[in-house]
């Protein structure tokens, strides 16, 4: 088969290698759409000890079950392979399980025209769906994953919530989505890339402003998702979140500093990390994907796997307004 | 009257001063027990801007009202004064009160024969119990506060929580002791200093140990109190609490770095800074002191207030084990 292989830092090539051999239990899938994430353009800067060259990456794809009792079917993949067995599995908190592994992090993922993964790890799409949508709903459901663990102990609910969201990449604009959704109707959004801000405005979650432009009259939200995650995302979230306020760390950009731990304490201000989702997660957000409640989804850009090296430049040099990019390894 | 005045930095003077006058709404009260409290060693070191010489400081006193409609009777001090109006105070949470004042900080302290308060701050307390027992009220309330924001977050309850307290001063040791209060029977305490560790061995919290020198078989607590609020101390509590689980940051030793955002994000773990306490939290940890529900306190050291300099020495220099002081004015 084809795949997109992640070779070296900033290098991605297409090229011939062997299909992967579904163990047991696994079924193999013919991808039909897969989704660039920001942890993909993480590897491929170098910068992911995790995830070694070669190494096919990849893992917010959607394809047709080629084997197994959904053959033929189109079907979403969770793409955590969790263990079931142990407490965090059988508490409702299987992101947290510590047997978790990620396709396209320690084994090939889905950047290629087929890719092997368990038969419970499948999610039918309905059929009227287009795939290059359903891909969306990895980082839909990290996005309504960060909202269900802020709502569970916010002092308010998520419609009297002054809301500021950190980051207009996919994950950013499907939280301030989701909020609008939950009924939210104070959404602010910060983004600098232009382009990125224009995608988000046409997308209509609300306020979209440059931060290092331009500071929210009044800064104090209840409620700050920082689905960037650096050094400076964090300061900006602790300067602006309102006393006895919420925020919520989705984003993975650096571990430097910027946490401001004393206004944190003086102002009594939780911080929750949030790490992907569970298979209800995907399955709540695959629905909301589907029956409109995130919107028309037309910010998305649709490529060729073939040309992934060009969308992994692209992206790496900034010259993509597009939230996010969805390759294609049967041509968009 | 005489008061211990804090004059410079590393310099208090017990000396005579005017008696302080009470405005509308306030009364007089007889100091009979005030405690040292960490944010006073801070002023003390030069190190809290808020707090400027010449300051009587304290405020964690108990006393007898020489005006008012509780005339002659033993009252406790909720420090705090808010403005009971706001949002917040009237939502329940008035420790955040944007207007928020606390005696020994920007006004006169209890460091003092007599010290003004409003008389809506005003807490009995029982006439058969010791006031000095009372003047612990404040920080067992910042402790039974932080477990209260602790509980309503948790995914499992208090006595289902292996618990670690960083720091054995009066907030850790009282929130060690809440702990055990509240059923948790899996409380580990981790000092550096030995004659603290000594001192919450003698009242019962659990295990204790040097976490310089020694590092938990399973480093993996649900809970996680930081009492003290260094870099080093947020810095093992990021190490050592289980994925999913929770910090909860109530010292302000320094704004260091030492936050890990990536294991908090990688892990979904919480971090909660708590400040103070509400009046009714004040309330019930009166009565928990009273009524025997967190031991004998006999870990408390009680001093002469005209002996105030040499216990401000004593604890810059290290030179006190016990987890509190307690000055009297009348004499201990």
Same mark, same amino acid.
């Given at each position: 088969?084809?795949?997109?292989?992640?070779?070296?830092?900033?290098?991605?090539?297409?090229?011939?290698?062997?299909?992967?051999?579904?163990?047991?239990? &696994?079924?193999?899938?013919?991808?039909?759409?897969?989704?660039?994430?920001?942890?993909?353009?993480?590897?491929?800067?170098?910068?992911?000890?995790?995830?070694?060259?070669? @190494?096919? $990456?990849?893992?917010?794809?959607?394809?047709?079950?080629?084997?197994?009792?959904?053959?033929?079917?189109?079907?979403?993949? /969770?793409? %955590?392979?969790?263990?079931?067995?142990?407490?965090?599995?059988?508490?409702?908190?299987? /992101?947290?399980?510590?047997?978790?592994?990620?396709?396209?992090?320690?084994?090939?993922?889905?950047?290629?025209?087929?890719?092997? =993964?368990?038969?419970?790890?499948? =999610?039918?799409?309905?059929?009227?769906? #287009?795939?290059?949508?359903?891909? $969306?709903? &990895?980082?839909?459901?990290?996005?309504?994953?960060?909202?269900?663990?802020?709502?569970?102990?916010?002092?308010?609910?998520?419609?009297?919530?002054?809301? $500021?969201?950190?980051?207009?990449? +996919?994950?950013? %604009?499907?939280?301030?989505? +989701?909020?609008? #959704?939950?009924?939210?109707?104070?959404?602010?959004?910060?983004?600098?890339?232009?382009?990125?801000?224009?995608?988000?405005?046409?997308?209509?979650?609300?306020?979209?402003?440059?931060?290092?432009?331009?500071?929210?009259?009044?800064?104090?939200?209840? @409620?700050?998702?920082?689905?960037?995650?650096?050094?400076?995302?964090?300061?900006?979230?602790?300067?602006?979140?309102?006393?006895?306020?919420?925020?919520?760390?989705?984003?993975?950009?650096?571990?430097?500093?910027?946490?401001?731990?004393?206004?944190?304490?003086?102002?009594?201000?939780?911080?929750?990390?949030?790490?992907?989702?569970?298979?209800? #997660?995907?399955?709540?957000?695959?629905?909301?994907?589907? /029956?409109?409640? @995130?919107? +028309?989804?037309?910010?998305? &850009?649709?490529?060729?796997?073939?040309?992934?090296?060009?969308?992994?430049?692209?992206? %790496?040099?900034?010259?993509?307004?597009?939230?996010?990019?969805? $390759?294609?390894? %049967?041509?968009?």
């Amino acid at each position: 088969m084809k795949a997109l292989i992640y070779t070296a830092t900033e290098e991605v090539r297409y090229k011939e290698t062997p299909s992967p051999l579904p163990a047991a239990g &696994e079924v193999l899938i013919e991808v039909q759409a897969v989704g660039i994430c920001g942890s993909d353009m993480h590897a491929y800067r170098g910068h992911d000890p995790r995830r070694v060259p070669p @190494l096919i $990456l990849g893992h917010e794809a959607v394809g047709r079950a080629l084997s197994g009792r959904n053959k033929g079917r189109h079907m979403l993949i /969770n793409p %955590l392979i969790t263990c079931g067995e142990c407490a965090d599995c059988r508490g409702g908190r299987s /992101n947290l399980c510590p047997h978790r592994e990620l396709i396209g992090m320690r084994r090939s993922g889905a950047f290629a025209e087929q890719v092997a =993964i368990a038969e419970r790890n499948l =999610i039918p799409v309905p059929e009227t769906m #287009d795939p290059v949508h359903a891909a $969306l709903t &990895e980082p839909a459901a990290t996005a309504i994953h960060a909202l269900r663990l802020a709502e569970r102990i916010q002092y308010q609910p998520l419609n009297r919530t002054r809301a $500021l969201v950190i980051g207009g990449g +996919s994950v950013g %604009l499907l939280a301030a989505l +989701s909020l609008r #959704d939950q009924g939210c109707t104070e959404i602010d959004l910060a983004e600098i890339n232009p382009a990125r801000r224009s995608a988000a405005e046409a997308a209509g979650v609300g306020t979209c402003f440059d931060p290092q432009a331009q500071r929210p009259a009044d800064a104090a939200y209840e @409620l700050v998702i920082d689905a960037v995650g650096g050094a400076q995302t964090r300061a900006y979230a602790c300067e602006v979140v309102r006393p006895g306020g919420l925020i919520v760390h989705i984003g993975l950009l650096d571990n430097g500093a910027g946490f401001d731990a004393r206004r944190m304490t003086l102002q009594e201000v939780t911080f929750i990390g949030t790490y992907t989702y569970t298979h209800e #997660d995907l399955v709540t957000s695959l629905e909301k994907l589907h /029956n409109g409640a @995130l919107g +028309s989804l037309d910010w998305i &850009e649709r490529r060729p796997l073939r040309e992934g090296a060009q969308a992994f430049d692209d992206l %790496l040099q900034g010259r993509c307004g597009a939230p996010k990019i969805v $390759l294609c390894p %049967l041509g968009k």
